[in-house]
C-alpha cells in the first residue's frame, strides 16, 4: 500500500471514528464469545471460561486503545481536541485587546 493511501485511510478513519469503533468493538464480542465458547467445551464453569477469554484477549479496553493507535494519527486527532477545547474556552472567556 502506498504511502499516500495509508495517510488518506488515517486521516478518512478519523471522521468515522464511531462508526469504527462500533465495528471493532462488534468484532472484540464476537472473539471473546468464540473464545468462551470454546473454554466452556473444555469444560470450565461459564464465568471462568468467561475471565480465561478476557485474559487471552490481554483486556478489551487495551485491545481497543491499541487499535485506535494503530488505525488514525493520533497526534492529528489530539491537536484537533486540543483546538476544539481552545476554541470552546475562549468562547466562554473572551480575550479583550484593548
Known amino acids: 500500500m502506498s504511502r499516500l493511501r495509508a ?4 486521516i478518512r478513519a478519523m ?3 464511531e462508526q469504527l ?9 464476537g472473539h471473546l464469545e468464540m473464545h468462551i465458547a ?10 471462568q471460561a468467561r475471565r480465561e477469554a478476557l485474559m487471552k484477549l490481554g483486556g478489551v479496553q487495551q485491545t481497543k486503545e491499541a487499535h485506535r493507535e494503530l488505525r488514525g494519527v493520533v497526534w492529528l486527532e489530539t491537536l484537533l481536541q486540543d483546538l476544539r477545547f481552545g476554541v470552546r474556552i475562549l468562547g466562554k472567556n473572551p480575550v479583550s485587546l484593548s
Open 7 to 10: 495517510w488518506s485511510q488515517k
Open 15 to 17: 471522521f468515522s471514528r
Open 21 to 29: 469503533d462500533r465495528e471493532f468493538t462488534e468484532e472484540l464480542a
Open 38 to 47: 470454546d473454554n466452556l467445551r473444555d469444560g470450565m464453569p461459564r464465568e
